[in-house]
């Protein structure tokens, strides 16, 4: 029996705490996936299954704290589906305009959204999957990978297209049949304009230009709007506002994520979205181009609640295609 004199090292008491967690996922699209996803407990009825461990003595945490991201097979039906098929082929952007989905495995801070992004684009789930389109009209790997990332966050605070009321009550648009007042042709960098719904879009010198402030042109659905509008490099525009209202409708609604507001009981859209530009270890640009031509962009946009990403991106150069 040892002595009370006798020295001995402090005790060492280790804790396992296993824990299990679901994360909901939207419906994929394939049956297989369907089944092996399926969770009654998910509140979409399919997600993945999370088990979680931690060691409380041991030197360093199990894990670093970095964002895990698994891409996820989700069809959009406003961008790859028959809804806005013949739209988007007459504007030059089928095929081009694409939307991808991954899931994440922590909680999303708005303050931490760098983080996020960041180490979105350096995990090896996105650099396997996540591709951009070539002037050959090839789809490939990024190939190279982010050193730093330009941010910009737009707002979400529109949920009705009379936001864009202002270009009938302008006169942009004629009341009689939504025709888009047409007027002498001019350049503006690689677009042509010869109407004044494209002047006000683009032409910061035109007379109507401030019908929309800045603060609405940080708007999410003013940039689709803004993008459908212009279109791709090959492009038919159209006589009528209408058609691009509905496709920018559609395609903001599939995108974003709403949930009512328990004091005000108002729907409100709870997914912040970021305009990005990748750059390299030479701090240019390369995603989604190393040009700078306005209808090159990405954007990506969170659902904290459902915990998954969707980056929309589009290339101008190239030709287009479809199925």
Not at 14 to 25: E, F, N, P, R, W
Not at 30 to 58: G, V
Not at 135 to 158: A, C, F, M, P, Y
Not at 160 to 167: G, P, V
Request: charged share 30%; hydrophobic share 35%; net charge negative.
């Amino acid at each position: 029996m040892d002595s009370r004199h006798t020295a001995h090292r402090p005790e060492e008491h280790h804790k396992l705490i296993v824990d299990t967690t679901s994360i909901a996922v939207p419906q994929p699209d394939d049956s297989k996936q369907r089944k092996a996803y399926f969770n009654s407990k998910s509140a979409t009825n399919y997600a993945f299954k999370i088990i979680m461990s931690h060691n409380e003595n041991t030197d360093h945490d199990a894990t670093s704290g970095e964002y895990r991201f698994q891409a996820i097979d989700k069809k959009f039906e406003s961008i790859d589906g028959k809804q806005n098929r013949d739209c988007l082929i007459k504007w030059g952007m089928r095929g081009k305009l694409r939307a991808n989905m991954y899931i994440f495995d922590q909680p999303f801070q708005e303050y931490n959204a760098r983080k996020f992004i960041l180490e979105f684009f350096k995990d090896p789930n996105v650099l396997s999957t996540l591709k951009m389109f070539t002037k050959s009209g090839e789809w490939q790997l990024l190939g190279q990978s982010v050193h730093d990332v330009r941010i910009e966050q737009l707002n979400t605070n529109i949920l009705s297209l009379d936001f864009f009321d202002r270009l009938l009550d302008n006169k942009v648009v004629r009341e009689n049949g939504g025709y888009i007042r047409k007027c002498i042709e001019e350049y503006k960098d690689e677009f042509i304009i010869s109407d004044e719904l494209r002047k006000v879009l683009i032409m910061d010198e035109f007379e109507n230009y401030d019908m929309f402030s800045e603060n609405d042109r940080k708007e999410f659905i003013f940039h689709l709007f803004k993008h459908f509008c212009l279109g791709g490099q090959v492009c038919q525009y159209e006589d009528e506002i209408q058609p691009y209202l509905d496709v920018t409708k559609s395609v903001y609604k599939e995108l974003v994520s709403v949930q009512k507001d328990a004091e005000s009981q108002k729907i409100q859209v709870i997914s912040p979205v970021f305009k990005i530009e990748a750059l390299n270890e030479n701090g240019k640009k390369f995603y989604p181009s190393r040009t700078a031509y306005e209808q090159d962009f990405v954007y990506i946009i969170i659902d904290p609640i459902k915990r998954h990403v969707i980056i929309l991106s589009n290339f101008y150069e190239g030709p287009s295609f479809f199925e």
